[in-house]
């Protein structure tokens, strides 16, 4: 038997907890379309929307994939993102011209018959194309309805502009990482992107089961900025200021120890006490 043969069998017998749920994914580059990636693992049909001509921005970052190897040039139509193919597995997609009258009416009859419309467009942009959540709820009462975005839908900071950089700084995360003489740090991992993603995905598990009890859908609001500051809420970073404790501490902390990384003879050790 293959490396393939046995991942396809051991794929078979998870349990596809969202057979028979279908998902329309209006969401592009990672916040969004990483939460869809998950449904659809749990067996939900998601059918991406895509615009003509340019599709989802992430299928023109490097690396790409194609019959001439892995490169970080495109060199012709053959060639496929990598990152494009990992945040959209096991999804269908169609492209779709939002800004005309056709696609908005195959858009709609899609949704007529589906679960759950998921989008991540700059807050007002749905009620502009004619899709907002009022909208949608009237022409199938059990759409649940999920949208993310950087600030929330209400707010004087919604329609500012976010990526994963920014919420990190925004929400303290950038100034929790680091070295106390150094400057703020990212988290190497794009977790403004991923935690909005998780976030949605629990409000729309949580919705479904809400559904079976109401009969109707709802209307779901995560933040990437509220997602990330979730993280920061365990320390307690206004009694370390005021002690003069720093903020940030590398990869020690400052109430256990030994906790830390050390170098030894072939490399590094991480030993954590508690």
Not at 35 to 43: D, K
Not at 136 to 152: K, Q, T
Not at 243 to 248: C, D, K
Request: some cysteine; proline content about 5%.
């Amino acid at each position: 038997m293959t490396p393939n043969e046995k991942y396809n069998r051991r794929s078979q017998k998870l349990k596809q907890h969202l057979e028979g749920i279908r998902v329309i994914d209006l969401t592009a580059y990672l916040s969004g379309p990483y939460a869809s990636m998950n449904l659809a693992a749990m067996g939900a049909e998601v059918i991406k929307i895509e615009r003509p001509g340019v599709g989802d921005p992430c299928r023109w970052n490097p690396p790409f994939a194609g019959p001439h190897g892995v490169s970080f040039e495109r060199k012709d139509d053959t060639d496929i993102s990598i990152l494009y193919l990992k945040r959209n597995r096991n999804k269908k997609s169609i492209f779709l011209d939002l800004q005309k009258e056709k696609g908005k009416d195959l858009l709609g009859r899609l949704i007529e018959k589906s679960d759950i419309v998921l989008e991540n467009f700059t807050p007002g942009v749905m009620d502009r194309l004619g899709f907002s959540y009022e909208r949608l709820a009237e022409i199938n009462p059990r759409i649940i309805y999920c949208s993310i975005s950087g600030h929330g839908q209400e707010g004087q900071f919604k329609t500012r502009s976010a990526f994963d950089l920014t919420v990190q700084a925004t929400s303290g995360i950038m100034g929790l990482t680091g070295f106390q003489d150094g400057p703020p740090v990212r988290c190497g991992a794009w977790i403004g992107d991923m935690l909005s993603s998780l976030y949605s995905d629990i409000g729309i598990l949580s919705a479904l089961v809400s559904r079976e009890r109401t009969g109707k859908g709802e209307r779901i609001d995560v933040a990437m900025n509220d997602a990330c500051f979730s993280v920061c809420t365990d320390e307690a970073m206004d009694l370390n200021i005021s002690n003069g404790m720093p903020v940030r501490t590398g990869n020690r902390l400052s109430r256990l120890a030994p906790w830390n990384s050390y170098l030894a003879k072939d490399g590094y050790v991480v030993i954590c006490v508690a």
